[in-house]
């Protein structure tokens, strides 16, 4: 046994997006293989197939099933858009329910040319029109900020205090966040955001990559930890002072990486991960 091998990697997740060449049956068994602790699903890894045998795979490989990624996208230019993204997000949490993964991670989105506070008073309501089947199922929701560059048409949420405001408004122990460093680097609140949001117990998971300068790509050229600009270890231990003891988890949206061999990647995600984060 090589000592990289003794090394503890229990609290490491691994996305399915971030080694999206491979599907969902390899991803289980790679990343147990390399003793990574934990996955979170991506829902287009789970069509066309047993989504309850999946997870039962999941559990038999000894990985812990982190979160579903991703529901929301709930603004949309007319009621029927609307109505539609509210069924989808409630066959998601139905979908988590049967992986037995106990979390959707929300992109909540947003409509070209509409205004910023009507995605947000529509991205509000649709969590609220979900809740009752969250609450049923015990699926808690996660509301993932994302960076103010993807304001236009991904997410009207973009910082911790935006998320934090719809939590409040919302006021149930399922709806929470998920930080992820790749969106909130930049945010001079950020300390004290992320404060609150664990006084509040609603830090619901913690997500790992970089930022490449220059980028190539906004949506596609993210970096591994160490390879960009984010101060990584200081926002985990912002993360980790509020208590939160849950996954850092590695999500990286790479065509550079994507393309290279992901047995060498999944390597150089377990050491940038010792190295850099």
């Known amino acids: 046994m090589s000592a990289s091998e003794l090394i503890d990697f229990s609290k490491l997740c691994i996305h399915t997006i971030t080694t999206k060449p491979w599907d969902v ?21 789970l ?23 991703r529901g ?65 199922l015990g699926i808690k929701l996660a509301i993932e900020p994302l960076h103010p560059v993807y304001a236009d048409d991904r997410s009207a949420i973009n910082t911790m205090a935006q998320a934090n405001a719809v939590c409040d408004e919302l006021d ?32 619901f998971a913690f997500h790992i990559c970089d930022w490449m300068t220059p980028t190539s790509d906004l949506l596609n050229d993210r970096g591994l930890m160490g390879e960009g600009c ?7 231990k912002m993360v980790e002072a509020t208590g939160f003891a849950g996954f850092n988890e590695v999500e990286v949206f790479s065509n550079r990486w994507w393309s290279q061999d992901q047995d060498e990647f999944l390597a150089a995600i377990k050491k940038a991960y010792l190295e850099n984060s």
């Open 47 to 69: 069509e066309g197939r047993d989504i309850e045998k999946i997870g039962n795979s999941i559990r038999e490989h000894n990985l812990s099933l982190v979160s579903l990624c």
């Open 230 to 236: 984010i101060d990584i270890k200081g926002i985990r």
């Open 172 to 203: 149930h122990d399922l709806v929470g966040i998920a930080a992820d460093v790749y969106h909130i680097w930049w945010d001079p609140d950020l300390e004290e955001q992320i404060r609150i949001t664990g006084e509040k117990n609603r830090l």
């Open 25 to 45: 049956e390899t991803a289980i068994e790679k990343y147990a293989n390399a003793g990574i602790g934990g996955i979170t699903v991506w829902r287009q890894w």
């Open 72 to 136: 929301g996208f709930f603004p949309a230019a007319d009621q029927q858009g609307v109505d539609a993204a509210i069924e989808d997000n409630r066959l998601a949490i139905r979908e988590a329910a049967a992986l037995g993964a106990p979390m959707i991670v929300l992109v909540c989105g947003a409509v070209p040319g509409q205004p910023l506070t009507k995605s947000r008073k529509q991205i509000t309501d649709g969590i609220a029109a979900v809740l009752p089947l969250a609450e049923e």
